[in-house]
């Protein structure tokens, strides 16, 4: 998160703004992929895309948050919802668009109450506590070794659109 003008804004820690420096802002509840590339984000070979982790992919949020360790603004995870292009792998997904549905407050991030009722209204969303993020996600460390043999991409297939 980042101190915007009007309030707390998302932002995302993966990607770097080489003008600024900074992380570019998430400041609405829809967002749009961009690349610096000249090409409609994602696509296939590039980095591009807004992310998202799923249950069975091998990389997980707390591996991202280790690689933006030098980041000292608070931090929350948001749960996505993806539409238009979707790339999904075993790295998890890359999205042309996504929707915020819920940001998840952790303990040790100490926002206050007039934080937490700015960014629900900012957003639209439920802010909650850790309590509302699965297991999977916060366990899955990059640095706890190799993945396991046997991974098992957790998609809902019934749910998901698959129309081109």
Same mark, same amino acid.
């Given at each position: 998160?980042?101190?915007?003008?009007?309030?707390?804004?998302?932002?995302?820690?993966?990607?770097?703004?080489? @003008?600024?420096?900074?992380?570019?802002?998430?400041?609405?509840? =829809?967002?749009? $992929?961009?690349?610096?590339? %000249?090409?409609?984000?994602? &696509?296939?070979?590039?980095?591009?895309?807004?992310? #998202? &982790?799923?249950?069975?992919?091998?990389?997980?949020?707390?591996?991202?948050? =280790?690689?933006? &360790?030098?980041?000292?603004?608070?931090?929350?995870?948001?749960?996505? %919802?993806?539409? #238009?292009?979707?790339?999904?792998?075993? /790295?998890?997904?890359? $999205? =042309?668009? $996504?929707?915020?549905?819920?940001?998840?407050?952790? !303990?040790?991030?100490?926002?206050? !109450?007039? @934080?937490?009722? #700015?960014? *629900? !209204?900012?957003?639209?969303?439920?802010?909650?506590?850790? !309590? @509302?993020?699965?297991?999977?996600?916060? @366990?899955?460390? *990059?640095?706890?070794?190799?993945?396991?043999?046997?991974?098992?991409?957790?998609?809902?297939?019934? *749910?998901?659109?698959? /129309?081109?």
């Amino acid at each position: 998160m980042r101190a915007g003008g009007d309030g707390l804004v998302l932002s995302s820690p993966m990607y770097h703004d080489d @003008a600024t420096g900074l992380t570019p802002l998430w400041p609405a509840r =829809q967002s749009a $992929a961009a690349c610096y590339e %000249d090409h409609e984000a994602p &696509a296939a070979g590039c980095r591009c895309g807004i992310y #998202g &982790a799923v249950e069975g992919t091998l990389d997980s949020l707390p591996g991202y948050l =280790q690689d933006t &360790a030098y980041e000292t603004d608070p931090w929350a995870y948001a749960e996505i %919802d993806c539409y #238009g292009r979707v790339f999904v792998d075993m /790295r998890g997904v890359r $999205a =042309q668009h $996504a929707s915020l549905c819920r940001i998840a407050l952790p !303990e040790t991030c100490y926002v206050e !109450e007039a @934080a937490r009722r #700015g960014l *629900r !209204e900012r957003y639209g969303v439920c802010v909650t506590g850790m !309590e @509302a993020v699965p297991g999977w996600l916060t @366990a899955g460390s *990059r640095d706890t070794g190799p993945p396991a043999d046997e991974v098992h991409l957790g998609l809902d297939l019934e *749910r998901l659109d698959l /129309r081109t």
